[in-house]
Every structure is written in structure tokens, then in C-alpha cells.
């Protein structure tokens, strides 16, 4: 059982260049979330989504897209990438009212 | 609107010693209450929940927690420290059964042996 599968683990970009992060689940759970992790910050909320087709802003949406077209997986896309985008971003999943089962996270670095 | 606060930005305890990472909360209507705990370089990893029900709550790898709803708070205990406890934990809050799920800024717990 996978669980929670985030690609690419690690990248590197421009500014200015784009990239899709992808995020996998294999439990059959309804919501799906996008966070940020940053030195004192916490998990902050990018975007989550509450079923297949549907999406919402998060804490700290700006700069980012999401698609959730099949229920397993919730593309993170950015379109135009800065330095200030340079994060630990990870991917978690839950049932209703579930608790939440992250992947293991993707490293970005944007230059 | 939803809120943790984790006052706390490290806790340092020596191993044996009880230990307690302290979590507030702010929601309108029933919250449902999570702790998370990250090792380096990891995701983060479930420890235990409060939905319904004793306002103690038993978890993994012999944590607890108490959910105050007085107080607004669900601080998460365990008797007697390990080393292999220190790593970062994190408090999160969903309103309801639904809505979306709000993480504290997180509390790095160190043990000392």
C-alpha cells in the first residue's frame, strides 16, 4: 500500500519557469491538501480539495494552480515561479473528518 | 475562521522526565483536534485525534493528549521522555467534519539523555 506518493522528490527551477507537482493516493479518500513548509512557519495551506473537480484556496494560495480531475490524484502547478516559492511542499490525503496521511514531501528550489 | 497557536518553539525535557508540547485553538463549532510528529528530512506522521468523546486521548508510540474545551487547548503529554522522541510535532484543527485543516507553526522537542 503506497498511501500518499508525491514526483518529483526534488527540483531545482528559474525564476520565471513553470513545473507541476503530483500528488497520488491509493486510499480512495475524499480530500486532498497542498501545503508549505517554511523554517518558522509551520504547514501553511496552499489549496485542498473536498472531492474529484473541485478545488479551494488555502492559507497562501497566490502563485499557484490546482487540478483535481481524477479523485487519486491533485496536481500543484506553478506557472511562473520565484525565489520566495522555494519550499518543502507536501501532499496529504484524508477521509471525511479523517485524520490526514502525507506523502513524503517535494524540495523545490527556485534561483 | 480557523487558528492553532503552539507557543511554544522548543521544549526541551531529559529523557525519563514527563513531558507536555502545548496546542490552542480557535474555531467556531466542534473542533476536531490532530497531533503530527516529523522526524528530519520526513513527512509528517499521524500521532493521535480528538473528535468526540473522554477528553483523554491515547495515541501512538505512548503519547496522549487532553482536550480542553474550557480552555481551548489540547496539549500533548507523555509520561516519561525518550530520546527517539525528539523531532518536531505539530497541532492541527479541522471545524466539523469537513472544512479544511489548519496547522500550528510547530514545537521542536528536544530529550537530553
Known amino acids: 500500500n503506497a498511501g500518499v506518493t508525491q514526483t518529483p522528490k526534488f527540483r531545482v527551477l528559474k525564476t520565471g519557469q513553470s513545473m507541476t507537482l503530483l500528488c497520488a493516493q491509493d486510499?480512495?479518500?475524499?480530500?486532498m491538501y497542498w501545503y508549505r513548509q517554511d523554517p518558522g512557519m509551520g504547514l501553511r495551506l496552499i489549496h485542498y480539495s473536498v472531492g474529484e473537480g473541485t478545488t479551494a484556496k488555502g492559507e497562501v494560495p497566490d502563485g499557484y494552480n490546482v487540478s483535481r480531475l481524477k479523485k487519486q490524484n491533485f496536481l500543484l502547478g506553478l506557472e511562473s515561479a520565484a525565489p520566495s516559492q522555494t519550499s518543502v511542499y507536501f501532499c496529504a490525503s484524508s477521509r471525511t473528518g479523517g485524520e490526514a496521511f502525507f506523502g513524503q514531501g517535494t524540495r523545490l528550489t527556485v534561483v | 475562521a480557523q487558528s492553532v497557536a503552539q507557543p511554544e518553539d522548543q521544549v526541551n525535557v531529559a529523557e525519563g522526565n514527563p513531558l507536555t508540547v502545548k496546542c490552542t485553538y480557535s474555531?467556531?463549532?466542534?473542533?476536531?483536534l490532530f497531533w503530527y510528529v516529523q522526524y528530519p528530512n520526513r513527512g509528517l506522521q499521524f500521532l493521535l485525534k480528538y473528535i468526540t468523546g473522554d477528553n483523554l486521548v491515547k495515541g501512538s508510540y505512548g503519547f496522549e493528549a487532553e482536550f480542553n474545551k474550557s480552555q481551548t487547548s489540547f496539549h500533548l503529554k507523555k509520561p516519561s521522555a525518550l530520546v527517539s522522541d525528539s523531532a518536531l510535532y505539530f497541532c492541527a484543527v479541522r471545524k466539523d467534519s469537513s472544512y479544511k485543516l489548519i496547522f500550528g507553526s510547530g514545537t521542536r522537542l528536544l530529550v537530553r539523555p
Open positions: 474555531v467556531s463549532g466542534n473542533p476536531y
Open positions: 486510499m480512495n479518500h475524499e480530500y
